[in-house]
């Protein structure tokens, strides 16, 4: 298992090259300099979020010691939702609603509060219980959720496509500060997550068993609570809802080169950003003349495996 990770961890830099060159060189259009810069960007958006999204779920899956954590599971999507739904639907129309800023400005604030929320109502004397916080990710994210519909149901038509578009993920990239915004976001989450594997891997063994190693489980649980969240809300803000990515890509790396952290994490970050970049391909050449949305190619792949680990968790639990 320690080659065949070496291996792949080896290998998926290149894999993500070569998942750029495709997104960058293939599309209907034909490939004149406007088109290369634009498809440059929006390969680099995907990048960056396919590895924080990857990274996150990662991280969840491990704090949570559950299989079916992903990154949205502290109510995440239901706060930046309803933050970029606020400013498209109250922004004057001379501010433009998809603004370059305003709308992932509003969408991390949302994203950010409503985790913090998920935090308070989980904490219990200082300590923050997994079930508490599970438990509490998903009331917060039903809430305002529930906001989230209240206002796509009475906003006017004008404006739903906007929402809808935002709702369902999108990598148009309009402004190359934003991509840089998103990189320096996923590059210091995951590189930070990264050098603390150790303590992810003895959180995934369980919390008395890490503090009979000598980790302190709610100070370590803590600090990764904050980095799954950074990454969550920075592609939030960035890409709208892309659902399953922080799910799928965690579990098949997983699969192949086994739980230890210190290689899973850099290659669930490349299989990540690859995984999203092919998924940008497809959404704007699977239909001519037309552009899938990105959260709607995430969900046709991530839902079938989402089943098929339902199904073979049953399998372990109930036999």
Not at 13 to 36: D, N
Not at 141 to 161: D, K, P, W
Not at 191 to 218: F, I, K, M, V
Request: glycine share 12%; hydrophobic share 60%.
């Amino acid at each position: 298992m320690s080659r065949r990770a070496d291996r792949f961890l080896l290998l998926a830099p290149f894999g993500l090259l070569a998942a750029a060159a495709a997104g960058v060189l293939l599309g209907p259009e034909s490939l004149s300099q406007a088109i290369l810069e634009m498809r440059v960007l929006r390969v680099l958006l995907a990048a960056a979020v396919g590895a924080a999204l990857a990274v996150a779920g990662t991280i969840f899956q491990a704090i949570l010691r559950n299989p079916l954590a992903d990154p949205y599971v502290l109510g995440a999507s239901s706060g930046g939702g309803l933050g970029a739904t606020l400013f498209i639907v109250l922004a004057p129309a001379t501010a433009g609603a998809l603004s370059t800023w305003g709308v992932p400005l509003f969408a991390f604030a949302g994203a950010a509060l409503s985790v913090a929320l998920v935090y308070r109502l989980a904490s219990v004397g200082g300590r923050i219980p997994r079930m508490t916080l599970l438990l509490a990710g998903v009331v917060i994210g039903y809430l305002l959720a529930g906001v989230l519909l209240f206002m796509v149901a009475t906003v006017g038509s004008s404006r739903l496509h906007d929402v809808m578009w935002w709702l369902l993920g999108s990598l148009q990239a309009r402004d190359p500060g934003l991509v840089a915004a998103a990189w320096w976001c996923a590059a210091l989450g995951v590189g930070a997550t990264w050098l603390l594997w150790r303590d992810l891997d003895l959180l995934a063994l369980g919390e008395e068993q890490a503090a009979h190693l000598g980790l302190s489980p709610e100070r370590a649980k803590r600090v990764f609570f904050l980095l799954g969240s950074l990454l969550t809300g920075a592609a939030v803000a960035a890409s709208g809802l892309i659902g399953f990515v922080g799910l799928v890509v965690p579990h098949l790396v997983r699969l192949v080169i086994g739980p230890g952290h210190r290689r899973l994490v850099p290659c669930a970050a490349f299989t990540g950003a690859a995984f999203l970049v092919l998924v940008e391909l497809a959404s704007r050449t699977a239909l001519p003349g037309r552009e899938v949305p990105v959260g709607v190619v995430t969900a046709f792949v991530g839902g079938p495996f989402f089943l098929w680990l339902l199904r073979r968790q049953r399998k372990v639990f109930w036999g």
